[in-house]
């Protein structure tokens, strides 16, 4: 530690991935610019008539093909027309989370799913929690004595699935004290964290953050989050070979979008990049009806049609669960 001692003039440090996170693209015309495209000839709209703001870190921006307009990673955080046309059915809160307005706690049984932060590195159009009132707050828990005081007094609380927003926006600070409070609670017996940074700000992953994890001593998966096979690139295997050397389960969960992901061979293309990275194709989501995305909605006969059609062409291992979750279901609802 003594190395990394900080000079007079270096007294705050900022790693790369902070870095990152801070200087992500907000502006519409900033981000279509760098891509050499028209507002006009992609349906963009500013961010602020659709209530969402855009958020798009610079390393995510460098995947996307320059010039076109249909690009399947600009699909995903570029605010659209599409986005300001009300539709049937949805809603502003599909999973009727309402309590998770204040970080509290969701239950399956034997897991707890603890809300860290509303805060995202990327803002993703199709997000069920685009509409909520903190995604633009820092973290919510203090010093986290509830959610560790609620982990604690549940016994059958065996995983603890660390979410968000984006659980790895948080710095190891703030991480580190959750981890070293929980490292304490002997009926936990194994940790999940769900997070997009390891696609869109891969070097998050530090030696310094995967010790930190491991020094809880508990197995642990790390759920990361991508749609396309064009969002792996050398960047995001490398930082995935270091979780996956550190001792870290690797699995993905997808959404399933129209227009980005809804062929067989963009989900194949995915399934397979996955696997080369070393990851498990987990969950295919069906999209939450949240009120903007409309236009990424796929029809669920489609859905399992795609299903049936990966699993004549994937190993068994690459291929995920197409799933659906139903507000006050006790588990997410497998089609297929
Ligand atoms: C998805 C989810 C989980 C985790 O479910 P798994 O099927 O174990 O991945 C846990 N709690 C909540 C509230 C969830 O939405
Ligand atoms: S990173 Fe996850 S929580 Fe954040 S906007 Fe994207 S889908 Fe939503």
Known sequence: MSAATPSACDAHPVDAWQHSLANVVRNV??????????????????????????????????????????????????????????????????????????????????????????????????????????????????????????????????????????PLTLSDRRLGTLLDGLAGIDHLRRLRIHTRLPVVIPSRLTD????????????????????????????????????RAAGAVLLNQAVLLRGVNDTVAAQAALCEALGDAGVVPYYLHLLDPVAGAAHFATDEADALALMRALRARLPGWLVPRLAREIPGEPAKTVLA
Request: with cysteine.
């Open 29 to 166: 015309d900033t981000l279509l610019g760098m891509l050499g495209l028209e507002a006009a000839a992609v349906d963009a709209v500013a961010a602020a008539s659709t209530g969402f703001a855009l958020r798009v870190p610079r390393e995510y921006v460098a995947r996307m093909r320059h010039g076109d307009p249909h690009d399947p990673l600009l699909a995903q955080v570029l605010p659209r027309g599409a986005e300001r046309v009300a539709t049937a059915g949805f809603v502003t809160d599909p999973l009727a989370e309402t309590d998770a307005e204040d970080g509290v706690l969701h239950k399956y049984h034997g897991r707890m799913l603890l809300v860290t932060t509303g805060a995202c590195a990327v803002h993703c159009r199709y997000c069920f929690r685009r509409h909520f009132p903190y995604a633009e707050q820092q973290a919510l828990r203090g010093e986290w004595h509830a959610a560790l005081a609620a982990v604690a007094a549940d016994h059958d609380v065996r995983e603890l699935i660390i979410s968000g927003g984006d």
């Open 208 to 243: 310094a953050l995967l010790a930190r994890i491991n020094a809880t001593g508990r197995p642990w998966t790390l759920v990361i989050h991508a749609n396309h096979a064009q969002e792996i690139d050398a960047s995001v295997r490398a930082a995935l070979a270091r979780a």
